[in-house]
């Protein structure tokens, strides 16, 4: 049976499956922000850029089309707004954009008392792979549905985090800055998550975690 990790490591793969997205040269980008902080068609690389990441973490935390496109465009005009002060601190530039959508969707929340969040199965692109067999496909998708049963349990703090490092692959520190919290912080966080999950897993009396 696999553990925990390796169940993460594929919802990370079905999530990314077919997106075309690379890693990019810290430089390059450093120099489309510079660019972007005169020239609005500079900005409009960016947006394009990232457009489709943070609409997918927003829509995640509000589950509504039309209040997701909303709040995403609101990131980028606040975004637009005050990159001329943005500093280069070693991180990507979407970790700004991250903390932005973070905060708006936070007052989202906080302006309608209440909590709206899809269910995190809804990120997970089909496997397509014609190859597999019958059976590993229904032991996957159990497997998969499990594991988004305990993901779904959790605080939303916790359920934030999981999406934030397996389905958008931020880094420790990426995710620090969203939450505004120390690198150091959102490990120890990391871990009580794991913690938690395992022992949701021992009380469902399921190996495939433990």
């Known amino acids: 049976m696999q553990g925990l990790y390796a169940l993460f490591l594929r919802l990370s793969l079905y999530y990314n ?6 890693e990019r040269d810290l430089s390059e980008e450093v120099a489309l922000i510079n660019a972007a902080k005169t020239d609005p068609e500079a900005f409009g690389l960016l947006y394009e850029r ?4 943070i609409y997918n973490y927003i829509y995640f ?3 509504g089309t039309g209040d997701a496109e909303d709040l995403t465009a609101k990131v980028f005009f606040k975004a637009l707004r005050n990159i001329g002060g943005y500093r280069h601190m070693g991180l990507p530039f979407s970790a700004w954009l991250y903390r932005i959508a973070h905060n708006l ?4 929340h906080r302006d309608r008392f209440k909590i709206q969040e899809i269910s995190i199965e809804n990120l997970i692109v089909e496997d397509t792979n014609r190859s597999s ?3 590993h496909m229904m032991e996957t998708k159990q497997e998969n549905d499990f594991l ?7 605080s939303s703090q916790k359920r934030e985090l999981i999406i934030l490092k397996y389905v958008q692959k931020l880094s420790n520190e990426e995710i620090g800055q969203i939450f505004g919290k120390t690198e150091g912080a959102i ?6 998550t794991l913690v938690e999950l395992k022992e949701r897993a021992k009380q469902n009396k399921d190996a495939r975690i433990l």
């Open 133 to 135: 067999a019958p059976e």
């Open 148 to 154: 988004m049963s305990l993901v779904n349990d959790l």
């Open 105 to 108: 969707v936070a007052n989202y």
């Open 17 to 22: 499956q077919g997106m075309l997205e690379q």
């Open 187 to 192: 490990k120890s966080l990391y871990h009580r």
């Open 61 to 63: 935390r509000v589950g």
């Open 50 to 53: 990232y457009v489709e990441r």
